[in-house]
């Protein structure tokens, strides 16, 4: 903050860029004729690449009088959340033709809630945070209702935005307790402000209780996951996908910039509740996903199994483990991201399927599908050589570190739990009579599951630049 | 470079699964596919036994430490790097896993009508990870292998396998995996203590004794289910008798391997003082596997089971030579290790060879097979006689050894451990007079074929080493004996050395004592 008074807008240029291209496609899809949602989701699919350059190509610094910072963490989750988006948008082009969602408005609000995103990640200055998160959740809101035909679209928007307000709310009041209580809301002067645990004062960290339990819903950690089974199974498995990878980035990264930066000096406070949190979720989301029938269910406890094993990094409260969060925040999206590019291939005769007990006998009807399907499923087990063993590896490593034993004991054996549920999918598919086949699969969803089916695979071979990447990132935060 | 000109290592771990994307690639009618496979998957795995053979005339037996080194910088920055090596200890181990591949392949000729193309396939992957984990001198890579072996053993068992294949397939992977992620901790904190995770530096590092403890327990976690040791061998019947025969035989010959090459190699040389304190412990386990599991054994109806059963027995040995820390009792570990490798896997060959052609291994469904298959017996009794120790046979030399190795330690231990002989005597004869001998009744019987050449080529192999091995057994101790008097040495000097001890917990002890 050496210079206060500096505007440097060009530092938030990607989401200015992205911004404008949305608006435009906006009004192109108005003028247009007839169905607009190709050339708009192409635009879109433009517009996060044109943004990944731009991302790419910023200087760390801060801008917009010290509340827009850019990192090597922001730009490191910028990119990884425009990949994920841009994956749910390439799963999303088939599936909204056949299933009648055809309508340009969907790729503008997946571009809206990335924009959103892109500020949560650079925020430096509560408000900032609070802006990004709004912007993100009011898209996500309309994208979960976007069946609006369908009951159960309809009540996973209602769910998400009834539960979503409160979370926002709470995150609110959090930011105000620690405004009333500290007198300020930019970052870098709580961090200063907040060096010495023992004068923090009580109502500060009541706050950031409330801002951890609003943040905590977005990333759909217990116990504040309950929407995140129902908003799952209900939303248009595109729009879940979107719901499993980009938006649970950029709340990580949220968490993990919070948690470090501002209140990175009073760990001693929240380091326990972490710790719950995360063995709480891995252990429900290996207990809740055993006696699903639902594939969509059975990835959405999956996905706060997942979050929990993510959170282990957070735990210690150091680089290392920050480092570890990171490396599996890239594993995690491009496994999910393969993962329902196989469910959404699940069509028979014109209709999307979404019974775990339709996969059966998938190795004979499709190999190649059953193939990916088992490397994702292996994978998000933590089964080596695949991608999200290195996942598991670094958060490990980093409570290892730290001396936190109970939480990679408890972490490692909910792993061999959720291994159970992993490999009966994998046993429905390889051990089970075939059932009819499947319709013939878009080449989009073939090309985005043999994408991210050889980053996992192949992840081992050259894991140095990404956990090298998320060393730098990491580093940032400290 | 290494002795042999060039990353052999490297080249047989990964060759066969070349062979796998030859075998993927291959297109075509399904009898096409399916014979296409086979070749290449003999073809493959014979190549790479050949390749195998150099480390055999290379390997140079006076050097105690690592051969064949070769190292590529992966993870520079945390300390991890591909290292492969092998020492006395492995070397075979590694010519055992690249024997048996062809072996199954060829068990698994025509017997394998379903989905050819992947079996082969899986059983490929399965030599590249075996191979892979005995080579490895990383502990990341070493994890890599170890766990990456699970999923096609996996489908292997689910796949090709029983009627009750999927739950043995579940109870295989689910047992041994939890006993892994556990090994995963202790490899994290080893690796954060020593700053690397490779192999070769933690040998030589020294960890506080309160820590050798609870890394003790994490790897016997993992190990034990791997032996398997009594009471965590529940897996290895069911896993066993749904298995193909030819999962069967990797099973027991290798994969069960595995878990007392890591003792070998993790817990007693990294772990001193540990595994001193927790000897008396696994004794105790090993002389319950080696007695219970024979007398179940005994009252067993399948032949799969039965064989199974004294596969644990015979592990069970094998921990107690481990453990008696001297020359003799890890000798007789290793040539029994070896020995099993090759008796046990031919012995579920040889159930297979009579299941493939009446589909059934009770063993109440046979008898007086000795008159219409008189070679098959041959074989069945010489495997037989290997699996009791007769001498002459392999399966004599490692008891033999462990037992003298056990008497250094303690008489009962001995006396105890040698009953496994005596039971394993009394179920195997048991076992052949029910089905070689007495009167053939069965009328399905009276028209069996003894061994055809294909299977012939399969036994021929085994039988000649576990005559050598026999006979001669020089000509494989001599491989490890270096290796494993360095390793002696080095447990004793460890032991007499004064503890390491950063916090003075046990100096401050010993003064208030007096």
Known sequence: ?478 | MNEAGFPVLSLITWLPLVGGVVIMSVRGDEATVASNARWTALWTSLIVLALSLILWVKFDPTEPGFQFVEEVKWLPEYGVGYKMGVDGISVLFVLLSTLLTPICVLASWDVITKSVREYMLMFLILETMMVGMFCALDFVVFYIFFEGVLVPMFLIIGIWGGPRRVYSAFKFFLFTFAGSVLMLLALLAMWFQAGTSDMTVLLKTQFPPAMQTWLFLAFFASFAVKVPMWPVHTWLPDAHVEAPTAGSVILAAVLLKMGAYGFLRFSVPMLPQASVAFAPFIFTLSVVAVIYTSYVALAQEDMKKLIAYSSVAHMGVVTIGIFTFNIQGIQGALFQMLSHGIVSGALFLIVGVVYDRIHSREISRYGGLADRMPVYALVFMLFMMAANGLPGTSGFVGEFLVIVGAMQVNFWLALLGGLGMILGAAYMLYLCRRVIFGRLTKADLRTILDLSPREIAVFAPLAVLTLWMGIYPSSFTSFFDASVAAMVQHHTQAMAAPVADPTGIVVKLAQGLH
Request: net charge neutral.
């Open chain 1, 1 to 478: 903050m050496n210079a206060p008074a500096l505007m440097n807008w060009t530092l938030a240029l990607p989401e200015l860029v992205l911004a404008i291209v949305g608006m435009a496609i906006l009004v192109f899809g108005v003028l247009r004729k007839g169905d607009a949602t190709f050339p708009a989701s192409m635009l879109t699919l433009g517009g996060f690449l044109l943004a990944a350059i731009l991302v790419a190509s910023r200087t760390p610094g801060v801008g917009f009088n010290g509340q827009f910072e850019v990192d090597s963490f922001s730009m490191f989750m910028k990119e990884l959340l425009l990949a994920g988006a841009a994956l749910s948008l390439i799963l999303s082009l088939d599936y909204n033709r056949q299933e009648g969602l055809s309508r340009f408005e969907f790729p503008v609000l997946m571009l809206f809630a990335v924009v959103g995103m892109m500020i949560m990640t650079s925020a430096s200055n509560m408000m900032t945070l609070y802006l990004g998160v709004e912007l993100q959740s009011l898209s996500l809101y309309v994208l979960a209702a976007f069946a609006r035909d369908d009951a159960r679209s309809t009540e996973a928007g209602l769910k998400y935005f009834v539960l979503g307000a409160l979370a926002s709310g709470l995150l609110l009041y959090g930011i105000a307790l620690v405004y009333g209580f500290s007198g300020t809301m930019d970052f870098a002067e709580l961090t200063k402000l907040l060096t010495k645990p023992e004068t923090a004062s009580p109502g500060v960290i009541v706050g950031v209780v409330f801002i951890l339990t609003g943040l905590m819903f977005k990333i759909s950690a217990v116990p504040f996951h309950m929407w995140t089974p129902d908003v799952y199974e209900g939303a248009p498995t595109p729009v879940t996908v979107f719901f499993a990878t980009a938006p649970k980035v950029a709340a990580m990264a949220l968490v993990l910039r919070v948690m470090s930066t501002p209140f990175g000096h009073l760990l001693g406070s929240w380091q326990l509740l972490i710790i719950l949190i995360s063995i709480a979720s891995m252990i429900l989301g290996a207990l809740g996903a055993i006696g699903q029938t639902n594939i969509k269910r059975l990835m959405a406890y999956s996905s706060i199994g997942h979050m929990g094993y993510a959170l282990i990094g957070l735990a210690p409260g150091t680089p290392e483990g920050v480092r570890g969060v990171l490396v599996y925040m890239i594993v995690y999206v491009f496994m999910s991201a393969g993962a329902f590019a196989c469910i959404i291939a699940m069509r028979r005769r014109g209709r999307a399927v979404e019974q775990i007990s339709e996969l059966s006998g998938l190795a004979r009807t499709d190999p190649g599908l059953a193939l990916g399907m088992a490397v994702f499923m292996f994978s998000m087990a933590g089964v080596p050589p695949l991608s999200g063993f290195f996942g598991k590896l670094y958060v490990f490593l980093a409570a290892v570190q730290s001396g936190l034993w109970a939480l990679a004991v408890i972490g490692v054996l909910t792993s061999v739990v959720g291994a159970f549920y992993y490999l009966r999918i994998v046993k429905v598919m390889y051990f089970d009579a075939p059932a009819e086949a499947f319709d013939r699969r878009p080449a989009a969803l073939s090309f985005v599951a043999a994408a991210t089916g050889l980053f996992t695979t192949f992840f081992f071979i050259f894991p140095a630049p990404f956990v090298n990447a998320a060393q730098a990132a990491a580093k940032a935060l400290f």
